[in-house]
């Protein structure tokens, strides 16, 4: 779709512009830095909307795209598109930095401007990452998040915010190094950095298993994948509330969307021939995830944890390799985005209380703060996947497709989702049933600001609980041609792959 005004470039570069803007105000005007910030995302998301209501589901093929010669001399361009599945991540992230920049109002406290800036500039950049169909510039982007993220995490965190920040930092450099020699290889191999002509050709199939693994390296570490998750906790840990939202509702999502637009197109037949190690990682995360949950006694690394499991759950979907679980993946990382974030939310309204995320710390919370009860409620019930909110769609279809794939894979990945309810019920209790801590006695009720800002996710977890056809009907042509691309030619390529790889 051409609408002759370049609409994706506007909405990736006007954070970015913008977020540079902020430089131009002086010290100790930070109420205007604050509102300038809030103007830009209103403004990004109200730029996105057309990508919603003028979007067409009818067609797999990429809209609002923009293509224009960069570097002609390596075959280089400016070129950005999105389809069914990217579309979605765009209108979440531009979503979730509005509600970023109104819960910093008044937790940030020291370098006001240049935190705004940051969360300004990571927008960008992830709107970016999605709307990339060149390498090279998919690649800029996917590192240029790095950056303001290690800053966000790095200035504005914890007491170990330091520790952390180097080792999200070196974690995700060493993924994306690995990436970048698949790329460089890729790029040696046929000659152009063009995505959607490279997903189009045949490669060698031992080129597809080498290469396979290389962009594997930078997607895991991403979503993050059992056993390369153990930069995730401690990242979110120290993040402030923005960091640890921003991490969960969009940035880990980075990883599995790569798996869906490189790793199952680029190399099918690689793909084919790892399923059953992908779906034995994705359920050892599941049940993992959820049991390391019970151990936890610091409330966001509960949250931290839980969100491996639920990762799992989407790289389960996503390999599959069958329309109910890619559709389930696809839904169950926007879902995961909306109800983990807004559990982050929640943490951070309390900790800026009482300055304390130990669960031993609270107790009674729903005498004293009944509003903010019942929102976590909805947000521990949409965790569990309770019939008619978000979190069941997603993990429907993707134990559905999980079934349908390898019916061991499903069996054990239903039992994630009881492992999920008992940890998630038991958090609750202890925060809001148990006997009233005397240190929060005197607790400060919800700000209107912080009502608005969780009522946002809670419409959406209502809407996609109740009519999950108005998201699902974005990817269903994009998942089919996905999927025909990747079981093309089945048995003879299975052939080919397992003459490599000696079967599996």
């Known amino acids: 779709m051409d609408i002759g005004y370049p609409l994706l470039s506007t909405v990736i570069f006007l954070p970015i512009l913008g977020g540079l803007s902020l430089l131009l105000i002086g010290k100790g005007q930070e109420g205007l830095v604050k509102w300038a910030s809030l103007l830009i995302s209103l403004t990004t998301f109200v730029l996105a909307l057309p990508l919603f209501t003028g979007f067409d589901r009818t067609t797999h093929r990429m809209q609002f795209v923009e293509r224009k010669p960069w570097i002609p001399d390596w075959g280089i361009e400016y070129y950005i598109g999105v389809d069914g599945i990217s579309v979605l991540f765009v209108l979440l992230s531009v979503l979730i930095t509005i509600l970023c920049v109104l819960i910093s109002w008044d937790s940030i406290k020291t370098k006001v401007k240049e935190f705004y800036i940051s969360v300004l500039l990571i927008e960008g950049a992830m709107i970016g990452v999605f709307?990339?169909?060149?390498f090279f510039l998919f690649y800029v982007f996917w590192e240029a998040m790095l950056i303001p993220m290690y800053l966000i995490i790095g200035v504005w965190g914890g007491p170990r915010r330091l520790y952390a920040a180097i080792k999200f930092f070196l974690y995700t450099l060493v993924g994306s190094v690995l990436m970048l020699v698949g790329i460089i290889v890729l790029y040696l191999k046929t000659g152009t950095f063009n995505i959607l002509e490279l997903s189009a050709m045949s490669l060698p199939v031992s080129l597809q298993l080498w290469l396979f693994w290389a962009f594997f390296a930078a997607f895991a570490v991403k979503v993050p994948m059992f056993p390369v998750h153990t930069w995730l906790p401690d990242a979110h840990t120290e993040a402030p509330t923005a960091g640890s939202v921003i991490l969960a509702a969009i940035l880990i999502k980075m990883?599995?969307?790569?798996?869906?637009?490189?790793?199952?197109?680029?190399?099918?037949?690689?793909?084919?021939?790892?399923?059953?190690?992908?779906?034995g990682l994705s359920v050892v995360a599941i049940i993992y995830g959820g049991l390391v949950c019970f151990a936890q006694t610091d409330l966001k690394r509960l949250i931290a944890y839980s969100s491996v499991s639920h990762m799992g759950f989407v790289t389960l979907g996503i390999f599959a390799l069958n329309a109910q679980g890619v559709e389930g993946g696809i839904l169950q990382m926007i879902n995961h985005g909306i109800v983990t974030g807004a559990l982050f939310l929640c943490v951070g309204i309390v900790y800026?209380?009482?300055?304390?995320?130990?669960?031993?710390?609270?107790?009674?919370?729903?005498?004293?703060?009944?509003?903010?009860?019942?929102?976590?409620?909805?947000?521990?019930l949409a965790s569990i996947g309770l019939p008619g909110l978000n979190g069941f769609i997603g993990e429907f279809l993707i134990i559905l497709g999980g079934f349908k794939a390898k019916k061991l894979a499903g069996v054990l990945a239903a039992t994630g989702v009881i492992i999920g309810a008992g940890y998630m019920l038991w958090l609750y209790q202890r925060l809001f049933f148990n006997e009233l801590n005397e240190k929060i006695v005197r607790i400060e009720p919800m700000q209107l600001k912080e009502a608005l800002t969780l009522l946002c996710l809670a419409v959406l977890v209502l809407w996609i609980g109740v009519y999950p056809e108005t998201f699902l009907g974005f990817m269903h042509e994009s998942v089919g041609h996905l999927l025909k691309r990747v079981h093309y030619g089945l048995p003879d390529s299975m052939m080919a792959v397992r003459s490599v790889i000696g079967g599996y």
């Open 131 to 134: 709307c990339s169909l060149d």
């Open 352 to 380: 800026e209380r009482t300055h304390s995320r130990e669960i031993a710390d609270y107790g009674g919370l729903a005498t004293v703060m009944p509003v903010y009860a019942g929102f976590f409620m909805l947000f521990t």
């Open 255 to 279: 990883g599995a969307y790569g798996f869906l637009r490189f790793s199952l197109p680029l190399f099918p037949e690689a793909a084919l021939a790892m399923t059953p190690v992908m779906l």
